[in-house]
């Protein structure tokens, strides 16, 4: 709905309904051990929303706000072979979305929170049984900043840049059990020229990189060092309706 000029309001609902069903073998005996067979079945069902408000401050800037809920199965079972359900998780985000410099540079800036609860990850492995199975490890606060933004001179000329910050806080932790993290720190540049009059014209190259902070591993005592990777691209159109590329990821 749009109540006056420039204000702009958007919402839905969304309807989950889940039903998992498990059977098999979820202990692997490293012993002359018999297995352990579960035969289980659950349910569950959800109704999440969102809620989205923009306004146009003039022309060239827009402010938003928004919350959303989400219902996500999970894959899995927990030690006593009930299926591990689902994760909910809610999110508050903020930001601007804008062009400076008579469109030359365009960008989107952001804040965001999200919490997860009901988080399943793989057990901590003990003793030489492999079980397995799933733990909770409770509740996860994701704090960021996302910033995307693209400069074009109107001349062949395109440079994207985007960089991402991200604080992640466990709350509660089963002892040993590791979630997937990602780095605190990402941000990438990518160059692209034009070929714009000539035998040549529409021939595009580009080259940029990617910088990935160090982060934490889902295996103990390992964490994942920094990296900065390069990737390149040449496109040429070979018709109005076709176009050929060739993309080299991690040079």
Do not use: C, M, W
């Not at 999200?114 to 994701?142: C, S, Y």
């Not at 001179?153 to 997937?180: H, K, M, W």
């Not at 109005?240 to 040079?251: P, R």
Request: proline fraction near 4%; glycine fraction near 10%.
């Amino acid at each position: 709905i749009r109540p006056i000029q420039g204000l702009s309001i958007v919402g839905g609902l969304r309807y989950d309904d889940l039903e998992t069903f498990n059977n098999g073998v979820r202990t692997f005996p490293s012993q002359d051990l018999e297995p352990r067979l579960f035969n289980t079945e659950a349910a569950d069902d959800a109704v999440t929303g969102r809620i989205g408000v923009s306004y146009e401050v003039n022309p060239s800037l827009s402010a938003f706000v928004s919350f959303a809920e989400a219902f996500e199965p999970q894959i899995g079972i927990l030690e006593s072979g009930e299926p591990v359900g689902v994760q909910r998780s809610r999110n508050f985000e903020a930001g601007l979305k804008g062009a400076l410099f008579d469109e030359l540079l365009t960008f989107s800036l952001a804040a965001f929170e999200t919490t997860r609860v009901d988080i399943a990850v793989d057990a901590p492995r003990t003793g030489d049984i492999f079980e397995e199975f799933q733990v909770f490890i409770g509740e996860q606060t994701n704090t960021g900043v996302e910033l995307t933004s693209r400069f074009n001179d109107g001349n062949g000329l395109q440079v994207d840049f985007n960089y991402g910050f991200l604080d992640q806080t466990t709350v509660e932790n089963v002892s040993g059990a590791r979630i997937t993290t990602f780095p605190e720190h990402q941000a990438s540049i990518f160059g692209t020229y034009t070929v714009q009059t000539g035998a040549l014209e529409g021939l595009a190259v580009g080259v940029g990189f990617r910088y990935f902070g160090e982060r934490e591993s889902n295996l103990p005592n390992f964490d994942y060092p920094s990296v900065t990777v390069v990737d390149a691209r040449i496109a040429y159109p070979l018709t109005d309706d076709t176009h050929l590329s060739l993309n080299v990821i991690n040079v």
